[in-house]
């Protein structure tokens, strides 16, 4: 292992004792220096070869000196905690949230208000969508960030942001905060910059001074928004040139092949942290690295990119964590989390989007061949690396259906997909679902969702057996992501079943966008009957609640117990076993609505001598066929119970 040269542990001891520090504090960062060297010298070196990249590394662990310094004492202490606890994201007490500030509770300050009600759900883990200032106007939900060191104005102040975050840690509740790392808006300042013809600044984005290299790329670029933000780059008339603009064409793409692009993003990285935010979620981490001849996402580089700012992140300020934000197919996904060179140095937390996209399949066919052939084919996530389980999320449904997947289980993944967005749209006979359809994409034929998780498993103005069927796949889809391992998530609102927003195109801004039907402001009236069984309110809350107390007593559900597939099921069955050193789970899913068989004999094989369902808290006995028989809809979380 290579250390650190001397000259940069001088320059790091020299402002330590410049400071003051205690000779524990300041063993404390040069041992970390110089261990995480060479884990920051590597990735610099392929990615700017010809740049000097030891001065480069030189530099930003000055900087990480820096902001080491700054840390607050009690961040300190969060540092010191988490050494002792390197698994805490994979807890099975961990439950996580995620919302608009504004449409969950109005300010930040209003938001640190709920924090009860946020612990009655069980919820350690609080997202907070784009609350960094974005330009005036559209903004794509708040993701064209104009200053990455300023709040939204109508939320509050970075010390409200610091507040909310201290109230959150003493509760239990770690902070996440997006940072969008392909693209600023057009009115950020180094954006304005490049416009005033500063070429420091024109070299932070990719500018073309015509279209023949942005028709190169453009022969290999999907498009993202193909309803209103067409193509990849686009005419800006202060930069006399094409800019590369993938979401919208006031978000500018920034070149990562710029060092000082990278030098930029690690004291954003090491601002936030030092605010409090434990956990940054890496926007559009994907589209980071160009390359031409490519779709330009998933390219190496952009893991020897995160690599260096979680390097610098975890000299620093070590509690911090990454979450890449990277909707991707199912073999570039896991990488995010580390494979090969990059095991434990890059993301620790990563979407299951494909998880995500069967359980919505299942549901809407009542069949499983498809999800337990394309889950059990997923590689296994390294040791620390941890899921991100969901039902839905802010974003559309993609319907990710793996054609090769679909094609070796002798079904077309192209109709699949068009089923799937026609169920949830209501447009499919039987179709239980009010969704819409969002960005209609008319060469692929790719159609995507929009819709709140209570309207798409048709909870609102159902009533008698279609009401009971409806709150059936509601808690199923959620058992299901609660008992898979990792980090469930719950988007707001969904806890009190909100339905579709009926009003979503009212508000400026929105009407362009049907994706505002899933993001209704919650009703706080509601939340009030959260406690009354008689209410859809109080069933859906209580379900979650009781989802979350059940999995918290269970350390079957460590993440590093993987979930594998069982196979070989009746077809409306979905079963998963865990082994982890406290024992054997079974995780079994109906996910159709007539009664389903599962062969006891999965449990035998695996030991289980008591077998016990914890979500029902209830013996489990096989039938005298040999199987157990789950009624329509059900879940059933089954441990040994000696």
Not at 50 to 65: G, H, K, T, V, Y
Not at 76 to 88: G, I, N, Q, S, Y
Not at 600 to 618: E, F
Request: aromatic share 10%; glycine share 8%; net charge negative.
């Amino acid at each position: 292992m290579r250390r650190a040269p001397e000259q940069v542990r001088r320059q790091a001891a020299a402002r330590l004792r410049a400071a003051g520090c205690t000779r524990d504090h300041s063993r404390a960062l040069l041992v970390r220096i110089d261990h995480y060297w060479e884990d920051l010298l590597e990735p610099l070196e392929r990615l700017y070869p010809d740049r000097d990249p030891e001065s480069i590394a030189a530099d930003l662990m000055d900087r990480a000196s820096r902001a080491y310094l700054d840390r607050s004492d009690d961040l300190h202490l969060l540092d010191h905690r988490r050494a002792l606890t390197p698994d805490w994201l994979q807890q099975p007490d961990q439950v996580g949230y995620a919302c608009y500030a504004e449409r969950f509770a109005g300010t930040l300050e209003d938001v640190a208000g709920t924090v009860d009600y946020l612990r009655e759900l069980g919820v350690t883990y609080l997202h907070l969508m784009p609350a960094l200032k974005p330009r005036d106007g559209d903004n794509d939900g708040g993701y064209a960030i104009a200053d990455y060191r300023q709040i939204r104005p109508d939320l509050g102040t970075v010390e409200d942001l610091r507040r909310l975050a201290t109230t959150l840690r003493g509760h239990g509740i770690s902070l996440v905060m997006d940072l969008v790392l392909n693209h600023v808006a057009r009115e950020h300042e180094w954006a304005q910059l490049a416009r005033a013809g500063e070429e420091r600044y024109r070299d932070y984005f990719h500018v073309y001074p015509d279209r023949s290299i942005p028709d190169a790329f453009e022969e290999t670029l999907p498009e993202v928004f193909p309803d209103f933000a067409p193509g990849n780059f686009t005419w800006d008339e202060d930069l006399d040139g094409w800019v590369w603009t993938t979401f919208n064409e006031f978000q500018w793409d920034l070149n990562w092949a710029n060092p000082q692009v990278l030098t930029e993003f690690v004291e954003i990285v090491l601002f936030l942290a030092n605010l409090g935010v434990e956990v940054l979620r890496l926007d559009a981490i994907a589209f980071t690295w160009k390359r031409l001849g490519t779709m330009s996402q998933n390219e190496p580089e952009v893991h020897d990119l995160t690599q260096v700012l979680r390097t610098v992140a975890r000299v620093a300020a070590p509690a911090v964590v990454f979450k890449a934000e990277a909707i991707v197919g199912p073999q570039d996904l896991v990488p995010y989390l580390g494979v090969g060179r990059h095991v434990g140095k890059v993301s620790d937390l990563a979407y299951h989007n494909s998880l995500m996209v069967h359980i919505w399949s299942m549901l809407a066919s009542g069949e499983t061949f498809l999800a337990r052939h394309a889950l059990a084919a997923l590689p296994p996530t390294p040791p620390r690396g941890t899921w991100i389980c969901y039902v839905r999320c802010h974003d559309d449904i993609g319907w990710a259906i793996d054609d090769r997947d679909a094609a070796e289980v002798g079904i077309s993944g192209f109709a699949h997909r068009r089923f799937l967005a026609q169920w949830y749209a209501g447009d499919f006979p039987g179709s239980w679902a009010d969704g819409l359809v969002f960005q209609v994409n008319p060469q692929t034929g790719d159609m995507r969702t929009s819709g709140t998780t209570a309207s798409l498993v048709g909870l609102p103005g159902a009533s008698g057996e279609d009401y009971s069927a409806a709150l059936g796949r509601f808690f199923l889809a959620h058992a299901i992501i609660f008992g898979w391992g990792g980090i469930p998530l719950i988007w707001s609102g969904d806890e009190i079943g909100t339905a579709n927003d009926p009003d979503w195109d009212q508000e400026p801004g929105h009407e362009d966008d049907n994706r505002w039907i899933h993001r209704p402001r919650l009703d706080w009236a509601w939340a009030e009957s959260r406690d009354d069984l008689r209410t859809t309110e109080g069933r859906v809350f209580q379900g979650l609640a009781h989802l979350a107390r059940v999995r918290a007593a269970l350390p079957e559900l460590h993440a590093q117990a993987p979930s594998v597939v069982v196979k070989d099921t009746d077809n409306g069955i979905f079963a998963a076993t865990r082994n982890h050193p406290s024992g054997p789970m079974v995780t079994v899913y109906n996910v159709t609505h007539q009664w389903r068989p599962f062969s006891y004999a999965v449990l035998a094989d695996l030991g289980m001598t008591h077998p016990w369902n914890a979500l029902g808290d209830h013996p489990v006995r096989a039938e005298a066929d040999g199987n157990l028989w789950l009624a329509p809809y059900a879940a059933w979380w089954v441990v040994d119970r000696p």
